[in-house]
């Protein structure tokens, strides 16, 4: 079945520092990639995702880029703060069958 | 705002004992979810439902079944409870990607189910 890995698994960074994620699936017939964002004791919630057909995508701070041949992605947030601590997954997704990776806990030190 | 209900949100059960939990969601959503979450392990896919009476495995659906008797309603069945199953339960709904709802493939989560079982 699919697997998705996630690096680093923790993750600290100096206020306005940049933070970076990478995730890589297996199986290429995944199309759909979101990035969850979980604050403590809260539910996971969308933040961003990109499709199979698009190499980069934006969304103020927060940015996905995609390499289908290498069946990477990742997620980069820039100037980061305090309120973008959490723990953050990648997932891949094909025929509507979501696969989460383990998680990402970011801690942005004020 | 969807809204994708748990029915309890904390339970404790003994081993053996069966345990039904059960999720709603009010959007009408065909895809369902259930995962279950540990710490370093990230969310693990439990079961899928794409549709009434379709059902799915996922990564770990040993000592699992689920049952979707109503588009609205997704059951996860623990028929005897271990005690390597104390976890938290998340449940969580999307539209098919290839529909034409708003935000297809983004799923919406439940608030969770802590299990533990003694």
């Known amino acids: 079945g699919e697997n998705v890995e996630q690096h680093p698994s923790t993750l600290s960074v100096q206020e306005g520092d940049s933070a970076v994620i990478k995730c890589t699936y297996s199986d290429s017939a995944s199309n759909y990639f979101p990035w969850y964002k979980q604050e403590l004791g809260k539910r996971p919630q969308l933040i961003i995702d990109i499709r199979s057909n698009v190499g980069e995508k934006k969304d103020q701070r927060i940015a996905v880029t995609l390499n289908k041949t290498a069946k990477h992605f990742s997620l980069h947030i820039t100037e980061t703060q305090p309120e973008d601590s959490a723990v953050y997954f990648c997932?891949?997704?094909?025929?509507?069958?979501?696969?989460f990776g383990p998680g990402t806990s970011l801690s942005v030190i004020p | 705002d969807v809204k994708v209900t748990q029915s309890s949100r904390y339970l404790v059960k003994r081993t053996g004992e069966k345990v039904f939990l059960e999720c709603v969601q009010d959007m009408d959503h065909e895809n369902m979810f259930w995962y279950r979450q540990d710490p370093g392990l990230g969310l693990r896919l439990i079961y899928f439902s794409y549709d009434v009476k379709m059902k799915e495995k996922g990564d770990i659906p040993e000592g699992y079944s689920v049952s979707r008797e109503k588009k609205e309603r997704f059951s996860l069945i623990l028929e005897s409870a271990s005690t390597n199953q104390t976890s938290m339960y998340l449940c969580a709904s999307s539209y098919l990607s290839s529909g034409r709802g708003p935000n297809t493939g983004e799923l919406f989560f439940g608030e969770g189910s802590r299990l533990t079982v003694l």
């Open positions: 997932a891949a997704s094909w025929y509507d069958k979501v696969i």
